[in-house]
């Protein structure tokens, strides 16, 4: 069964700060990996969708690498705002329909 | 254009009722799924839809009926509720499975029973 792991739980930085959030699965066997970001009371928003043959992707301030021997991915944030502030999941698809997530880093950068 | 929308945003029930929570989307989306969210355990799924009357059991499918009768609505029923399935649920679509696209998420609707 696919267990989904993400360290640490929470983090708090001071603004400017370069982060890496992190995420390990247990079967490697994996269609693809994503990344969400979720605000307080809101739904879930994809950040970044790593195919099981890519390293890499990324967005503006945002890069997703995906390690899939090893189980890992990582999130990386450069030069964090507090508008950065907010839980971010990883999820990941094996060779079904389903994506199983991981609980989340709680996010907080304060001016 | 509305995205995923969910209703009721909350909902309080007592032990024994039952509801329905609605799921609808405007994008022509062939996949349609349900969550739900505790506290320190992630998102878990339900029940997910590939497409017009096509449903199948997630992670936690027990206590929970789902129908897909239109592409547009994945309706989400609770027989019974307990107090276990007090929790906030989210509806997610996207355009084909899960291959390479994205999810798309409702606001989430919080229920809560006594």
């Known amino acids: 069964k696919q267990e989904v792991t993400q360290i640490p739980a929470a983090l708090s930085v001071p603004e400017g700060e370069n982060l890496v959030l992190n995420c390990s699965f247990t079967d490697s066997a994996i269609y693809n990996l994503q990344w969400f970001r979720q605000d307080p009371g809101k739904g879930l928003t994809s950040l970044l969708l790593?195919?099981?043959?890519?390293r890499e992707q990324t967005s503006g301030r945002l890069n997703a690498s995906l390690d899939k021997s090893s189980g890992r991915s990582t999130l990386y944030i450069a030069a964090s705002q507090p508008g950065d502030s907010a839980t971010y999941l990883c999820?990941?698809?094996?060779?079904?329909?389903?994506?199983?997530f991981g609980t989340g880093t709680r996010l907080q950068v304060f001016p | 254009n509305a995205g995923v929308t969910q209703t009721p945003k909350f909902q309080v029930l007592k032990t024994g009722q039952s509801m329905t929570l609605q799921c609808a989307q405007d994008?022509?989306?062939?996949?349609m799924s349900w969550y739900r969210q505790d506290p320190g355990m992630g998102l878990r799924l339900i029940h997910y839809?590939?497409?017009?009357?096509?449903?199948d059991q997630g992670e936690v499918p027990n206590g929970y009926n789902v129908s897909r009768s239109t592409t547009e609505d994945f309706p989400l029923r609770l027989l019974s509720a307990a107090p276990s399935q007090t929790s906030v649920y989210f509806c997610a679509s996207s355009p084909q499975g899960l291959g390479a696209n994205v999810l798309t998420f409702g606001a989430g609707s919080r229920l809560t029973v006594l």
């Open positions: 839809s590939v497409g017009a009357g096509i449903t």
């Open positions: 790593i195919q099981s043959s890519q």
């Open positions: 994008m022509n989306h062939e996949y």
């Open positions: 999820a990941v698809r094996g060779n079904t329909d389903k994506l199983i």
